[in-house]
């Protein structure tokens, strides 16, 4: 996974409570083995028409809210079954930051597991920037380490992330790559009970 310090990206609002992640990666999709993918089946139910075109009035759909890379959503986001594939999804479709109000607990440990930073901020703070995201372009810069978010019109807020998971972020690792910087002790363990247990 790539890390990062900061983060400058188009953010797009999706202004609806209880977004379940049945809906950010409907159950028909989760066949499949890979983990890359999945971003053209995400939000499938309202993103397409039963004719399989677009649906126009999808938020994501529209043309200006196009490469959005920063989603702001509302209360509850990502609630539902536990499965991995939605932060998948979102990440696939394009997302490395997500804000809302309240998150799932589940979704919001799977989002920093996969590299994508699940942010929560206060409600009349999200409501803002729901608001000022109508208006594209709308840009915000995410500071990883000072663990801010602003935008050009003089919004600024502070957001709480665990030690581990900045860390975690920063760097771009994930729980495997965390366990190979700890090889040689590993080995070491592993061939002192070999030994052990050959006496």
Not at 63 to 84: H, T, V
Not at 87 to 108: E, M, N, R, T
Not at 136 to 148: A, I
């Amino acid at each position: 996974m790539s890390g990062f310090k900061k983060f400058v990206g188009k953010a797009a609002a999706m202004d609806r409570a209880n977004v379940d992640t049945d809906q950010i990666i409907p159950k028909q999709f989760l066949k499949r083995i890979e983990k890359t993918g999945f971003g053209k089946f995400a939000f499938f139910d309202w993103r397409y028409n039963k004719d399989g075109g677009p649906n126009p009035d999808f938020e994501l759909n529209y043309p200006e809210n196009q490469g959005a890379s920063i989603l702001i959503a509302n209360k509850n986001f990502g609630c539902g079954s536990s499965r991995e594939h939605a932060p998948w999804a979102l990440d696939d479709y394009g997302f490395k930051v997500v804000i809302a109000p309240s998150f799932a607990d589940i979704f919001y440990q799977n989002c920093l597991k996969n590299g994508m930073l699940p942010i929560q901020l206060e409600t009349d703070k999200v409501e803002y920037l729901l608001k000022a995201a109508k208006n594209q372009p709308y840009n915000l810069e995410v500071d990883l380490e000072e663990e801010t978010i602003a935008d050009d019109s003089g919004f600024k807020a502070s957001f709480a992330i665990h030690p581990y998971w900045k860390k975690m972020l920063v760097n771009g690792w994930d729980e495997i790559e965390i366990t190979l910087q700890y090889d040689q002790s590993i080995e070491a363990y592993e061939k002192h009970k070999a030994e052990v247990s050959v006496l």
